[in-house]
């Protein structure tokens, strides 16, 4: 069965019918090929719904907004962006060195905790510091007492709700993303490389200059990627820390001004950013056909002893310690003092604890669905590629749009779709708004691409005889999914469903525009403790968001990258 | 210059393996002068790359020494680091930096000539190895017997005193490999260039080298002059 196109005129056909793709296998059939062009659509409609209320408004709108808001939200937002950017750069590339080209003792353990700031979102990493830092607080209580002062009129440390501090608290919780793609790359760095840099007389610390790291550099362009995108999209973080950047702004305007319009005009700009960012990191990419077909021996980590052994641990454990075990600390101490003195938990908590396991289970079933439509629809079946494919890389795209943003787009066509079904059921009000419908459909467009990318690339591994044998023994391509693929594809949705509960469990920006009215989320309740500026219950709530965000990180933990030896603990 | 070349003196090797330590080389001796080609003759696992891998200064020896050009590189008690070693080698995965055209792989140790001294070289490098139109293509552009010649013109571009070969061309096809060692053996003849080989291929040895050894089990058995050659 060919699937060339028939471009070329045959005798006997129909002009018209030169343009139809010549018979052949198809991935999938024509309802299944519908849901995956309805999903891939849908994760546009925000960006379209975006782009039409921003024209809504008029010109003195954006008059307006280019004098007064933008500018400094502008400067705050690059500068931000430019701070985090070089931080978890150095950071996350260190580290990453440290683990794969050193051998120390507990550098086993160090491999994997470097992760852990990874369960720190931003949010609750500067409300934990935000008290942990007071000029009232323990540690700089401490650090008068051991200098001898006695009052914050006399000694206080810069303040944290600065700029610099904002971007050292999201540099220490975002690291991990640029550790881990460096890390995946460093270890599987092969041997040969290295060691023909240094009979070439290259020092070892040249070599890695010369060699490791332009070799890295597709992984780091990445990591940075991916941390800067959470930056731009952070909305806790920035707030707490009094640091009006375009999220913020986007926020406000909405939400405190009811100016649609104006928030969709900034939500806009930050596209651009965004497509910068992304622009950025594919040139970062380019020429990533650096992988060589050969069996590879990997690099020999460089064994440290005595006061080297020991300065390579406490360098590496800085990172944890500041961005991951001080917050867990302080939060669980803070948890402990509540619970001990006021006894139980309070139902509205406890009611906030069942809203986000419900919004998270709701948001993983769906994303898990979609994603497995829209991969199965995709994914290659023969020799010629597959048309649908632009469907499944459009469908990842929502990960790279701003929680605040995706939700502002989404509002228009999901309120205007709402009216009308309301009207045609004969409900009163939005009936899928108030059902948390909106905000669940919002998440799936932000967390489809993890999944997505998991059952892609767990296809593609299993081999394509599979689905001919099943084919060829009668059974229908959904039959063949249902028996042969699913079964298989286990561990990978697994995994993927672990990523999406945990990031919807931690999700802010979209639960705060979207959710139905008196709907409180762990997150949700976090914020407005800090808001508010009482910390009472938040730090509960901190507690069990972090420790749900556990768990993908063990994941990731345990998982080693592929082609590099065991890392003994 | 005083001494032979190369000069290895009951060089003892061992490293840390499921059963404790693992002798991988047991007393090696072997003395190769100026402008010779050696080769180290054995089936995998014998430890003949790992006695490329002691004179390069990849690995610390445990027993005997390292001389080259008469002074001591390796022993128990000292140890000189490989980039200060100007031994040159040649791998047998190429070892090409992918993200470097060829000339700029080839010019990678010549960092303290000026640039057009630099450039030059570069010319005269690529010319010798028969490949002068591939300065800007990348190592995916070019075939593996291509890719080799390479990464003999890099490795030897800063002049080293002795080139190490660790079965350079047995990732290639026959054809290519037999035209690619006649090429080579004329080119470091030509240059007068110091060398030792490491294969498993008897005819490549037999028609490359000046001296044969055969390693087996770490042990270094028959050092000895190779016989009259059929051109």
Not at chain 1, 239 to 246: A, H, N, S
Not at chain 1, 401 to 425: M, R, S
């Amino acid at each position: 069965m060919s699937g060339s196109v028939c471009a070329t005129a045959a005798p006997g056909i129909a002009p018209w019918r030169r343009w139809r793709r010549a018979a052949g296998p198809r991935a999938a059939g024509g309802l299944w090929r519908a849901a995956s062009l309805l999903i891939a659509l849908g994760v546009l409609a925000p960006l379209a719904g975006l782009a039409w209320v921003a024209s809504g408004g008029d010109l003195a709108h954006w008059a307006h907004l280019g004098r007064h808001v933008l500018p400094q939200a502008s400067l705050n937002t690059a500068a931000l962006l430019a701070g985090v950017g070089v931080m978890v750069l150095l950071l996350g590339t260190a580290c990453a060195w440290l683990v794969s080209a050193c051998d120390f003792p507990g550098r086993g353990i160090l491999s994997w905790a470097l992760l852990l700031p990874l369960a720190m979102p931003t949010y609750i990493v500067a409300f934990a510091y935000l008290d942990l830092l007071h000029p009232i607080g323990p540690i700089q209580g401490a650090i008068r007492w051991l200098l001898g002062y006695d009052s914050p009129r006399q000694f206080r440390l810069p303040d944290l709700r600065s700029l610099p501090g904002a971007i050292v608290l999201l540099g220490l919780v975002l690291y991990p993303y640029v550790y881990l793609t460096a890390r995946a790359m460093f270890m599987t760095q092969p041997a040969h490389l290295m060691e023909a840099a240094r009979t070439l007389g290259e020092s070892a610390t040249r070599a890695f200059f010369r060699v490791a790291l332009p070799l890295a550099r597709p992984a780091l362009a990445v990591g940075t990627g991916l941390a800067l995108l959470e930056t731009l999209g952070d909305i806790g973080a920035s707030e707490f820390l009094g640091i009006q950047t375009l999220t913020v702004a986007v926020y406000t305007t909405w939400v405190t001004r009811s100016d649609l319009a104006g928030a969709a005009q900034i939500a806009c700009s930050m596209l651009a950013i965004v497509v910068a960012l992304l622009w950025l990191e594919r040139r970062g990419r380019a020429r990533q056909r650096f992988g060589s077909a050969q069996r590879m021996r990997v690099m020999q980590p460089r064994r440290l002893s005595g006061s080297a052994a020991w300065l390579a641990l406490c360098a590496g454990g800085v990172p944890v310690l500041l961005g991951f075990v001080l917050p867990a600390l302080y939060l669980v101490a803070e948890s402990a003092k509540r619970l001990l003195s006021g006894g139980a938990v309070s139902p509205a908590l406890l009611a906030a604890l069942g809203n986000s396991l419900a919004l998270a289970g709701g948001v993983t079933a769906a994303t898990l669905a979609a994603a497995l439509v829209v991969a199965w629809a995709a994914r290659p079946v023969g020799a010629t590629p597959n048309p649908d494919r632009w469907q499944a890389r459009v469908a990842g795209l929502g990960y790279a749009v701003p929680g605040t943003v995706l939700a502002l787009g989404l509002l228009t066509p999901a309120l205007a779709f709402d009216a009308g079904l309301a009207q045609w059921l004969g409900l009163p009000g939005l009936p899928l708004m108030s059902a948390g419908v909106v905000l669940v459909v919002a998440c799936a467009i932000r967390f489809l691409a993890m999944p997505l990318g998991g059952i892609e690339a767990g296809l593609t591994r299993l081999p394509p005889a599979l689905e001919l044998a099943a084919r060829l023994l009668g059974e229908s391509p959904a039959g063949t999914l249902r028996r042969v693929h699913l079964p298989l594809l286990r561990p990978a949705l697994a995994a993927g469903a672990l990523l999406v509960f945990v990031d919807a469990m931690k999700e802010l920006p979209a639960t705060l525009l979207l959710r139905p009215p008196g709907f409180e989320t762990l997150s949700t309740w976090l914020y407005a403790e800090a808001a508010r500026g009482t910390y009472e219950e938040g730090a509960i709530a901190a507690l069990a968001i972090v420790l749900a965000g556990l768990a993908p990180v063990i994941l990731l933990a345990r998982q080693r990258p592929e082609g590099a030896p065991e890392v003994a603990p | 210059m005083s001494g032979p070349a190369l000069l290895l003196q009951d060089v003892s090797l061992s490293y840390p393996g499921p059963r404790g330590q693992h002798l991988a080389l047991d007393r090696v001796s072997l003395t190769l002068d100026a402008g010779r080609i050696g080769c180290l003759l054995g089936p995998s696992g014998c430890g003949k790359t790992t006695v490329l891998r002691a004179i390069a200064g990849f690995e610390p020896v445990r027993g005997g020494g390292v001389w080259l050009d008469g002074q001591l590189h390796s022993s128990p008690l000292t140890h000189v680091a490989p980039e200060q070693r100007r031994v040159g080698m040649m791998f047998q995965e190429y070892a090409l930096f992918p993200h470097l055209d060829a000339a700029h792989n080839v010019a990678f140790g010549l960092r303290r000539l000026g640039a057009a001294a630099r450039r030059a070289r570069v010319s005269e490098l690529l010319a010798l190895v028969g490949l002068p139109d591939c300065a800007e293509r990348y190592p995916h552009e070019l075939s593996g017997g291509q890719q080799q010649r390479i990464a003999l013109a890099r490795a030897l571009a800063p002049a080293p005193r002795l080139l190490l070969l660790d079965e350079p061309f047995s990732n290639l096809d026959l054809a290519t490999r037999e035209r690619l060692t006649s090429q080579v053996r004329d080119i470091l003849r030509g240059a007068g260039q110091t060398a030792i080989l490491v294969t498993h291929n008897e005819a490549e040895a037999r028609a490359m080298a000046d001296v044969v050894g055969t390693m087996h089990n770490g042990r270094l058995t028959h050092w000895l002059e190779n016989g009259p050659r059929i051109d």
